[in-house]
């Protein structure tokens, strides 16, 4: 695989590979680039150090994370939307040797460079960590192997057929999501296409963007594709080139596959599946209005099977959880003690118990919700726990329950915590948030509501559907 990039780079020069803003790049900047930061790297840092990556989609975020591979080093890429008191976490979690911050280019931009030659990562060695969601109450680092993703790319390529495309990206470099989107163009001699947060925020600029990016092929998540389709102007008129939208990350409602279609009655959506521990995605299939919206069928080197608590082994129709085998199974969190239970062997290959729920039905998978307190929201995956952990460390705070609010097609439409204050305390539901805002990502923040009790149920546990009526009730 980083052969084939290094080929690519090299020898294609005038390819255009990257557009940010109003610039694009060819495949001899992001050379030049991707040089000069790998000869720093080379003097500053040993094989399998690690490199955390700052920045927002830059150029030069690629190419440190290019530089990186090419030299062994893990890199960990921190969005700037992440806040300050999460990214120290992961500093701390990460140990690096370096922090980049990618929008300072002074050492790197200029115009003489060293060719590289070498390429010293091997299979087992980690390529990359994204942190995600934990439900400790911390972020937790997941190391993917260069293994790993040589095999998520081989089968990337297989089923999205790019080749000389434009692609879309959604998601910010933090998130696996944006995997896919970032290694395809570099393999497929293809254009990587940005579109920054704030242009995402504006919908009059997002959508000049989508039309200018003449993109034929997406990855995104399905709730990125509903908020576009909440406009009557996301289709072929706008977007003429669109060929395939590949989605990952959450459910895909047959409404939206009905709703894509009636705009864009050409295209070919494939829903794919998989957590980021292995790697970006497991499964795929092409999905239309007229079939069911299944997982589909694993990639050639994993195995999918669906077990009880026991991992036994369950029958078509039954439901357990999704157990994840083979070649895209991570080498585990950056901190061990979590490993347990969560990555083991099974029938003699490294696999995952995910904690997703589906049965199977001639092969095909289908989902059916989680076994746990994850959820997505927005498309981001969020532990609950995490949130409420973070609220129970405030001394102020007596209790706290972190819950959803859904509409009635089950979509959730808020996180809410209800937090009872300790006696003779008086602080606002603003303060709580503002304290939320400084370690949380801003799709984490939930409404605060501040009750007298927290309710139990007949069974002594947290009655989460009182509460809720609670709220309904004062609206
Ligand atoms: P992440 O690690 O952020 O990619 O989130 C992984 C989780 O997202 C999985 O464990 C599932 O719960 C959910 N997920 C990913 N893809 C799908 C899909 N196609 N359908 C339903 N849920 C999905």
């Known amino acids: 695989m980083l ?18 803003g109003e610039k694009d ?12 930061i790998y000869e720093y790297l080379k003097e500053h840092c040993n094989k399998q150090d690690k490199v955390i990556v700052y920045g927002h989609k830059d150029i030069y975020m690629k190419a440190t994370f290019l530089a990186c591979s090419f030299l062994g ?21 990460t140990c690096p040797k370096l922090i980049i911050d990618a929008s300072i280019t002074a050492f790197i931009d200029n115009d003489s460079y060293t060719d590289i030659t070498d390429i010293y990562m091997q299979d087992d060695d980690v390529y990359y960590i994204i942190f995600t969601s934990g439900s400790t109450g911390e972020p937790k680092g997941v190391q993917i192997t260069y293994g790993n993703l040589k095999s998520c790319m081989n089968w990337l390529m297989d089923i999205s057929n790019v080749h000389n495309d434009v692609i879309l990206n959604q998601a910010n470099f933090s998130f696996d999501l944006s995997v896919a989107d970032f290694y395809l163009p570099l393999l497929t001699r293809s254009m990587h296409y940005i579109i920054e947060k704030d242009t995402q925020k504006d919908f009059s600029l997002l959508f000049k963007e989508l039309h200018k990016s003449n993109a034929s092929f997406a990855v995104m998540t399905p709730s990125y594709a509903e908020l576009l389709l909440l406009d009557k102007s996301f289709n072929m008129d706008l977007m003429p080139q669109l060929k395939t939208i590949l989605f990952c990350g959450e459910k895909l409602s047959k409404k939206t596959v009905t709703k894509l279609y009636e705009h864009f009655p050409d295209i070919v959506i494939i829903n794919s599946y998989g957590p980021t521990e292995c790697t970006f995605a497991v499964t795929s299939t092409v999905v239309t209005p007229d079939t069911d919206i299944t997982l589909g069928l694993p990639k050639p080197d994993v195995d999918i099977y669906i077990v009880n608590d026991n991992l036994e082994l369950m029958n078509d129709y039954e439901t357990g959880e999704i157990l994840i085998a083979g ?8 901190d061990e003690s979590l490993n347990a239970g969560a990555f083991i062997r099974f029938k003699d290959k490294p ?14 998978l289908y989902y059916a919700g989680r076994k746990d307190r994850q959820i997505k929201y927005k498309g981001y995956r969020i532990e609950l726990r995490e949130i409420e952990s973070l609220l129970n460390g405030l001394d102020y ?15 959730i439409n808020r996180i809410i915590a209800f937090v009872k204050l300790k006696d003779s305390i008086n602080i606002s539901s603003k303060e709580i948030k503002a304290y939320l805002e400084n370690h949380l990502p801003s799709y984490m923040i939930p409404v605060i509501k501040i009750v007298d009790k927290i309710p139990l149920n007949e069974n002594g546990k947290t009655d989460e559907k009182a509460l809720l009526e609670g709220i309904n009730y004062e609206r």
Do not use: F, W
């Open 3 to 20: 052969n084939k990039i290094l080929y690519n780079l090299k020898n294609y020069p005038d390819d255009l590979c990257y557009h940010i």
């Open 25 to 36: 790049y060819t495949n001899k900047d992001l050379y030049i680039y991707t040089c000069n």
């Open 73 to 93: 080093i893990t890199y960990v890429p921190v969005d700037v939307s992440i806040p300050k008191m999460r990214r120290e976490r992961i500093i701390e979690k």
């Open 327 to 334: 070649a895209s199974v991570g080498k585990g969190y950056l």
């Open 351 to 364: 696999s995952y118990l995910t904690g997703d729920l589906a049965y199977k039905v001639n092969g095909k």
């Open 397 to 411: 705070i007596c209790q706290s329950v972190v819950t959803v609010n859904t509409n009635k097609d089950g979509d």
